[in-house]
């Protein structure tokens, strides 16, 4: 994450709380992290040098037509500053510097297939014993762990995965 990108979040997200509009920045933050992420012309065209500032400004506004003035003058500061190719790092930073000011964490839950909605609501439940934030889970699926699950909040980690029992039972057998 560019030094930038924390910069300009936090930049947006004190302007957008000052006018009381931090909740519907922060949708439009999401759906911009969204659309980048999931089209690779978007990106490439953001971070291509080939394009003009101002045809980048044009296609960003017709792309977000529905966002709030204050997402639309981000898109205007990044033309001039002709900084395009971090908007979905500063998209992702305030996100991440709005719920940090909400008190809103973010469990990281990696597990060898996606959980559903059951699963969800269970590990939402355990996690709450530990803190008193409203917390959000991100799913990860690495189907190297085999089975269980990997719970990370904020710097704490719990590893109750296949693979890591595993590897503590080598490491029992072997001494």
Known sequence: MSRAAVRYAKAILDL??????????????EQITAAVKESKELSNFLNSPNVKGDIKL????????????????????????????ILAAIAAQYKEQFDAAS????AVVTTAFPI?????????????????????????VDPSII?????????????ASIAARLLNLKRELAN
């Open 116 to 140: 559903d909605a059951d699963l969800e609501a269970k590990v939402l439940a355990k996690i709450k014993q530990f803190t008193t934030n409203q917390v959000t889970i991100k799913n990860v």
């Open 16 to 29: 957008a709380q000052a006018q009381g509009v931090a909740p519907q920045v922060a949708a439009d933050m």
């Open 58 to 85: 044009n296609a960003l506004n017709e792309i977000f037509a529905g966002v709030q003035q204050i997402t639309g003058s981000l898109f205007q500061l990044l033309q001039e500053n002709k900084r395009f190719g």
């Open 147 to 159: 089975g269980g699950f990997i719970i990370r909040l904020g710097d704490k980690q719990f590893n």
């Open 103 to 106: 008190g809103v964490e973010t």
